[in-house]
């Protein structure tokens, strides 16, 4: 709880003028929704200011830069500040552009893209900026909340046959995030990562034909205490980091002591790292320009075959987001190529969950990519 | 040992119940900031007499709920009011319990007991204070800043409180061991001198550096204990931190999380620190000499390592059972799969008993709408003009039925006696991973008991997860003598549990059939026997699927007299590997 602050702000979905549910229930039916805006004033723990856990933060950037590259799974100890650089990251991203009242959030600037109510619209659309959606699944979230169903007010109310976009929707372009993802529903689990892979919300329910666009960086967090995910949910990440509690006591004391520091005063806290805050988000900005001219070398792709090869993971995916993930690093750090030296480096968020698992095999997936990586690309 | 008794600042040790009354009051004065409490105790009047103080310490007014064991997500989190919905015409949310806690605490019984599932809704909502509402068409976040007394009913190291929330609240009160005596005549505790202000940072440096010669790994513990510290001192009216709120939180907060003793060894600098100096209360600011600071140090570690509960103590300095590794709770999934799986049609049924099904509720209240409009437009009560309102009746009401594929558990339970060789454990080890890396696809769980020397143990409880299995099955010694009795006994009540909550229990045994020692615990191979086949009946009458696998070298009478009294069927693998043993198992499961 510490970690994760209990003054934070919950998402920015939750303050989003595009909030669905803000047209469904209205005031007088929620309850308090004016509290709903309340708690946007307290600032979340900078992401510049979390101590250590290099790992998490590079594959959270890279999932920022290049969203295609297929979600980050965050497992490890508890009280790692999982949580924490999840929302951390989501409070710095820089601001897109969609439709206005889209409640996809449909890109003006990509047409083929739209949903139906975007493309059937007949007045020219109108664009405004808006931060990019970071969506919290909560475990209890019921089907018809996630994929969206019919809308129950006018249903009830004028027995209209109206669809009320989900969580999905919401998350479109933007990030979804589930914390404890091996306590999620199995048949929950499936549907998302129908989605997650399609790009596209399929809903059949309740008298309702609908699709619409669905594409978001799909971020869980987990212990494996709790229980194992199934291979094929591991395998849809592109990226798997373990995080760790820090074990040297010059860290620990740092830890909590930012952590101390942010509790007393959040907002001079937050001030203070500002300006680092910014420096990250003007390099993602830059990444994200520079990405689709990065070339990748044949030298590059061929090492990343030869590495996927040697460690026997099952289909391309491996090698694909491997190529995806070394050319985000590399387009974040500014380098003109990708080189081996990116490919090593996140060769084990990459590959360390798409191993074929031996039980019997004692010796951590980590510790067998870093030798497959110091035994192919050392060359 | 004395060097470093010098070196410490005076540290009062109050009796336990002062402790208890001390936890209450500062649990009252941030609920939600410190999380709460796991407070381990038997119901009781003493365990009530604490509730009872934890109340009058609450600001008035304040709300104290208890939450149901088997709480359902709509009064947990809250959903769709139906009754006020129906009656509004228009979607009305209903609160659930910890919005309604905001403010104040969440008592939960039999904490120990708790599904994960709702341990992860708890935490997750201590995480933020806010509970998000997805649910039956609405989605809300309210505020639910309330902190947690999780009543741990448990017996033993096993039976605990889930980590996930145990680690998120700042204080493990154990008041098992406090007679009511105690309670009744407490004095009231006397005011404790503040000692020396502290440097925030030095009580950082102090409680991080007590955590790890602690043995805590996460650092939820010195984050909660430096809360705690600053909670001490604000009830004091203080902004500054004392070092007796230090070495306050860390007694309090640090002492009972302990996983190893710390070395009593003191730092090798502070043989020449003055040892005649203990800092005083007056309020002088204490220089920041490296002495003191070490003495602070040095306190923290003490006060803490004074605090670490006898049962605890026990375990760490190894006279105590061994401990097993704390499991997610295990109970309840039966209730849970009503509500979760995939839709299988629809049937009329309370809303409140699953999940509603909208569209076959209106299309079965439709055929009777003009009847009832007409009904309704009496005089005594008028519809708004124009208006074409629904109106639904609880026999309407149709809730979706979901069917679940129920989990399979497997329960190995394996000779480790000496007359089953070394060997034969070895290769049940493999099947046991083999299987589990078959049972993470399928989603089913393994579970292991070995019976050696003169008991049974369960080794593993019943998991999905292979980090825990390989840490289980690593430790499993062998040798010594056959207690299949008490083997049988043990495997036949996990069983059942498994059974209770919902899972389909498989039983595979693996030995060789001959007990030498019988249920009591003496040798004797005629007793042994008799105990054994007596065990093997009453296992049959469970009726749960059993598979014997004879590892005797030559299959032989006694491994199948006892497969047939046991209902199980009877498998001889001589010279069976794990991967034969596990396909074998699969095959015949």
């Known amino acids: ?379 | 040992m004395t060097a470093y008794q010098d070196n410490r600042l005076p540290v009062a040790t109050p009796s336990a119940w002062a402790d208890a009354l001390r936890v209450a009051r500062l649990v009252a004065a941030d609920p939600h900031g410190i999380g709460g409490v796991v407070l381990r105790a038997g119901a009781g009047p003493v365990r009530d007499r604490w509730l009872a103080a934890l109340r009058a310490h609450l600001p008035s007014g304040s709300p104290m709920r208890r939450m149901p064991g088997g709480i359902a997500d709509d009064r947990l989190i809250g959903g769709l009011d139906l009754p006020a919905t129906l009656a509004a015409g228009r979607p009305v949310a209903q609160t659930g319990l910890l919005a309604e806690s905001d403010g104040g605490c969440v008592v939960v019984p039999m904490a120990e007991r708790l599904e994960p599932g709702i341990a992860a809704r708890l935490a997750a909502t201590l995480d933020t204070g806010w509970v998000r509402v997805e649910r039956d068409g609405l989605g809300q976040s309210l505020p639910a800043r309330f902190g947690l007394i999780l009543l741990d009913e448990g017996i033993g190291a096993d039976e605990r409180v889930p980590t996930v929330l145990s680690e998120r609240l700042a204080f493990h009160l154990d008041l098992s061991a406090i007679a009511w005596g105690d309670v009744q005549d407490a004095p009231t505790p006397e005011e404790q001198p503040n000692g020396a202000a502290t440097q925030t940072d030095a009580a950082i440096t102090a409680l991080v550096q007590a955590a790890e010669a602690l043995g805590i790994g996460s650092l939820r513990g010195p984050l909660l204990a430096l809360r705690v510290a600053h909670l001490a001192a604000s009830l004091d009216g203080r902004d500054a931190l004392s070092d007796a709120d230090t070495i306050e939180a860390a007694r309090l907060v640090l002492g009972p999380r302990a996983t190893q003793m710390p070395a009593t060894e003191p730092a090798p600098e502070e043989g020449d620190a003055p040892s005649d100096q203990p800092p005083q209360g007056e309020g002088d600011p204490a220089p920041e000499t490296p002495s003191e600071a070490n003495a602070l140090d040095d306190s923290v570690v003490a006060a803490a390592r004074a605090a670490i509960p006898p049962h605890l103590l026990a375990l760490l300095t190894g006279d105590g059972p061994r401990p097993t590794a704390p499991k997610a709770g295990k109970a309840g999934a039966a209730a849970a799969a009503k509500r979760s799986g995939r839709p299988a049609g629809t049937r009329p049924g309370d809303p409140r008993q699953g999940r509603l099904n909208l569209i076959e509720t209106l299309r079965a209240a439709a055929p009777w709408q003009r009847i009832r409009q007409r009904q309704a437009s009496s005089p005594e009560m008028p519809i708004a003009g124009g208006s074409r309102r629904i109106i639904v009746r609880a026999e309407d009401f149709r809730i979706t039925r979901f069917s679940q594929r129920t989990e399979t558990t497997t329960i190995f339970a394996v000779d480790a006696s000496g007359s089953a060789a070394l060997e034969r454990l070895a290769e049940a080890k493999g099947a046991v991973e083999l299987l589990l890396a078959q049972a993470y696809i399928r989603r089913d769980k393994v579970a292991l008991v070995a019976f050696r020397g003169r008991s049974a143990e369960l080794i593993l409880a019943p998991t999905r997860s292979l980090v825990r299995a390989r840490r289980g099955l690593a430790g499993l010694p062998g040798g010594g003598g056959t207690p299949l009795a008490s083997g049988i006994d043990a495997v036949a009540a996990l069983a059942l549990g498994v059974r209770r909550s919902g899972g389909t229990p498989v039983v595979v045994v693996l030995t060789d059939g001959r007990a030498n020692i019988a249920r009591s615990g003496e040798p004797g191979r005629a007793r042994a026997g008799a105990d054994a086949l007596q065990s093997a009946g009453a296992f049959r009458a469970t009726n749960v699927r059993a598979i014997l696998i004879d590892t005797a070298p030559r299959p032989q009478d006694p491994a199948r007299r006892l497969a047939d009294a046991m209902g199980a069927r009877y498998l001889p693998l001589p010279y069976a590997d794990a991967g034969a043993m596990s396909a074998a198992i699969r095959s015949a499961t």
Not at chain 1, 38 to 60: C, K, Y
Not at chain 1, 317 to 330: D, I, K, S, V, Y
């Open chain 1, 1 to 379: 709880m510490l970690l994760n602050g209990s003054t934070r702000t919950l998402s920015r979905d939750a303050r989003s003028d595009l909030h669905p549910q803000a047209e469904v229930a209205g005031p007088q039916s929620v309850g308090q929704p004016s509290s709903r805006f309340a708690h946007a004033t307290t600032p979340t723990f900078p992401f510049s200011a979390i101590v250590g856990q290099d790992e998490m933060r590079q594959a959270l950037l890279i999932a920022a830069v290049d969203p295609t590259v297929g979600g980050v799974l965050v497992f490890g100890d508890r009280g790692t500040g999982k949580s924490t650089a999840i929302r951390g990251l989501a409070a710095l991203l820089p601001s897109m552009l969609a439709v206005a009242g889209c409640p996809y959030s449909c890109d003006p600037g990509r047409p083929a893209d739209l949903c139906h109510r975007c493309r059937e619209q007949v007045a020219p659309l109108t664009s405004q900026k808006i931060p990019v959606p970071v969506v919290d699944l909560p475990l209890g979230a019921t089907e018809d909340r996630v994929v969206g169903a019919l809308d129950l007010e006018r249903a009830l109310a004028h027995g209209e046959k109206a669809f009320e976009p989900g969580l999905l929707a919401r998350a479109n372009r933007g990030f979804l995030y589930i914390d404890e993802v091996n306590l999620l529903d199995d048949h929950l689990v499936d549907l998302l990562l129908d989605v997650a892979a399609s790009g596209v919300n399929t809903v059949e329910r309740e008298g309702l034909s609908i699709r619409h666009p669905a594409r978001f960086v799909l971020v869980g967090s987990g212990n494996p205490e709790e229980g194992e995910l199934r291979p094929q949910l591991l395998d849809r990440f592109g990226l798997a980091v373990e995080v760790t509690t820090p074990t040297d006591l010059p860290t620990r004391i740092d830890v909590v002591r930012r952590r101390d520091a942010y509790e007393r005063d959040p907002a001079g806290f937050c001030e203070a790292y500002a300006p680092a805050d910014h420096a990250i988000r003007e390099t993602l900005t830059a990444a994200r320009a520079r990405l689709p001219g990065l070339h990748v070398p044949d030298a590059t792709l061929e090492a990343g075959a030869r590495l996927c090869l040697a460690l026997g993971t099952d289909g391309l995916r491996g090698e694909l987001t491997l190529m995806r993930t070394a050319r985000a690093l590399a387009a974040y750090e500014g380098a003109e190529t990708v080189t081996l030296d990116h490919l090593a480096r996140i060769a084990p968020s990459a590959l360390r969950h798409r191993l074929r698992r031996n039980p019997l095999d004692e010796s951590g997936s980590t510790a067998r990519v870093a030798r497959a990586v110091e035994e192919v690309l050392s060359l």
